[in-house]
């Protein structure tokens, strides 16, 4: 006979997690000593742990680029972008019901971001790059394509994300390195569908899909 698949507990919703850990107000100082002790034991692992499912046990991502990499992510770059998420200025439907509850405040960011930061970038099999047939049509071969790919980089990338595409030094500007280039893509289009926004949105949006593929091409070829 088969063996019986053991039952998975569940795991508290993060809501939960953070309800219990941080609750500050109490009826009593014993209480409230209490409660401050379990906010002094929330650690950046126990958030990210609501992160895995999606980002990976190091922060490598999945699905093809579906989710990114973030690991190797600054953490300036990593708690502005938790803040949008927050305040709903950037969306995307699995974060919706982490940041609505109203415990995931700037001292919990700051706690995960943090711990992700911590992690090593991955070594993803991402080069080289296959470009769409669509794409490559668009320029007389595959010469052309690679040059054009490095122009466009030079004019409209490098000078955020660095002539090395290894972000700025002050951790404001990711790195594009080392990222799914299906992820690099839906950003460049959601960017120019103004679906995400930043000061240099008009730069990051206004790349054609077949160019916006060879700048992608350029990004793997520098991270080789």
Same mark, same amino acid.
């Given at each position: 006979?088969?063996?019986?698949?053991?039952?998975?507990?569940?795991?508290?919703?993060?809501?939960?997690?953070?309800?219990?850990?941080?609750?500050?107000?109490?009826?009593?100082? @014993?209480? %409230?000593?209490? /409660? $401050?002790? &379990? *906010?002094? !034991?929330?650690? +950046?692992?126990?958030? =990210? #742990?609501?992160?895995?499912?999606?980002?990976?046990?190091?922060?490598?991502?999945?699905?093809?680029?579906?989710?990114?990499?973030?690991?190797?992510?600054?953490?300036?770059?990593?708690?502005?972008?938790?803040?949008?998420?927050?305040?709903?200025?950037?969306?995307?439907?699995?974060?919706?019901?982490?940041?609505?509850?109203?415990?995931?405040?700037?001292?919990?960011?700051?706690?995960?971001?943090?711990?992700?930061?911590?992690?090593?970038?991955?070594?993803?099999?991402?080069?080289?790059?296959?470009?769409?047939?669509? @794409?490559? %049509?668009?320029? /007389? $071969?595959? &010469? *052309?394509? !690679?040059?054009? +790919?490095?122009?466009? =980089? #030079?004019?409209?990338?490098?000078?955020?994300?660095?002539?090395?595409?290894?972000?700025?030094?002050?951790?404001?500007?990711?790195?594009?390195?080392?990222?799914?280039?299906?992820?690099?893509?839906?950003?460049?289009?959601?960017?120019?569908?103004?679906?995400?926004?930043?000061?240099?949105?008009?730069?990051?949006?206004?790349?054609?899909?077949?160019?916006?593929?060879?700048?992608?091409?350029?990004?793997?070829?520098?991270?080789?």
């Amino acid at each position: 006979m088969p063996a019986r698949h053991r039952r998975r507990r569940p795991r508290p919703m993060l809501p939960a997690l953070l309800l219990c850990a941080l609750a500050t107000s109490a009826p009593s100082p @014993a209480a %409230e000593d209490a /409660a $401050d002790d &379990a *906010a002094a !034991e929330v650690t +950046g692992e126990q958030i =990210y #742990a609501y992160c895995v499912d999606c980002h990976g046990k190091r922060g490598e991502g999945g699905d093809g680029g579906t989710y990114p990499r973030i690991a190797g992510l600054p953490q300036p770059y990593i708690d502005r972008q938790l803040h949008a998420f927050k305040s709903q200025a950037r969306r995307t439907k699995p974060m919706v019901p982490i940041f609505q509850h109203h415990r995931f405040d700037a001292e919990i960011i700051d706690l995960v971001a943090g711990h992700v930061a911590g992690f090593s970038p991955p070594r993803l099999s991402l080069w080289p790059y296959e470009p769409s047939a669509a @794409a490559l %049509e668009a320029f /007389a $071969d595959k &010469a *052309a394509f !690679e040059a054009a +790919g490095a122009e466009l =980089y #030079a004019d409209a990338c490098a000078g955020c994300h660095g002539a090395d595409a290894s972000g700025d030094d002050a951790g404001k500007v990711p790195p594009l390195i080392v990222q799914y280039p299906a992820y690099l893509k839906k950003q460049i289009g959601d960017f120019a569908r103004g679906e995400r926004k930043m000061p240099a949105d008009a730069r990051c949006g206004e790349v054609p899909p077949a160019q916006a593929e060879a700048v992608i091409s350029h990004i793997v070829e520098l991270g080789k």
